[in-house]
């Protein structure tokens, strides 16, 4: 079983074994599908990305599908919740007189190519406590 997180995807490769017990990738030769009517994933049937799914909703048990002349072969997936890919702090520099404060916020962007608000969530560190501190307080995040 083949875990992603929402936005991501997992090639799968079908493999036909024949009379003689030989083996070959049929990929390319299978028809692909998926047991989630593509509301939770999506297989792809395109030229050059037969067998690519993407996880567009979390969900668990989706059932990928590779059919060929009345056989089939299958394999399950899972979507997760999507994963921070990138976090960016604005003001990117900020320069602030001895004693004041200034406001940062934390914008995280996730697989599946939404972004957020996530100042409350992320812990706020300065690399000189010296000279700034940075509040993880609630209410004054950042």
Do not use: C
């Not at 936005?7 to 074994?17: E, W």
């Not at 297989?43 to 969900?59: I, K, P």
């Amino acid at each position: 079983m083949q875990s992603i997180a929402k936005g991501l995807t997992q090639q799968y490769t079908a493999t036909g074994t024949y009379t003689d017990n030989s083996t070959q990738n049929i990929t390319t030769s299978v028809t692909w599908s998926e047991s989630s009517s593509g509301s939770n994933a999506s297989v792809s049937n395109a030229g050059g990305s037969q067998g690519l799914a993407t996880g567009l909703n979390v969900a668990s048990g989706i059932t990928i599908t590779a059919s060929l002349s009345g056989k089939t072969g299958t394999a399950t997936l899972n979507v997760t919740a999507a994963q921070i890919v990138t976090l960016t702090v604005s003001p990117s520099s900020q320069t602030v007189a001895a004693g004041s404060t200034v406001p940062f916020t934390a914008t995280a962007t996730y697989t599946d190519s939404t972004s957020g608000d996530a100042t409350n969530s992320v812990t706020w560190t300065s690399s000189n406590t010296g000279l700034a501190t940075v509040s993880n307080g609630v209410g004054t995040k950042g």
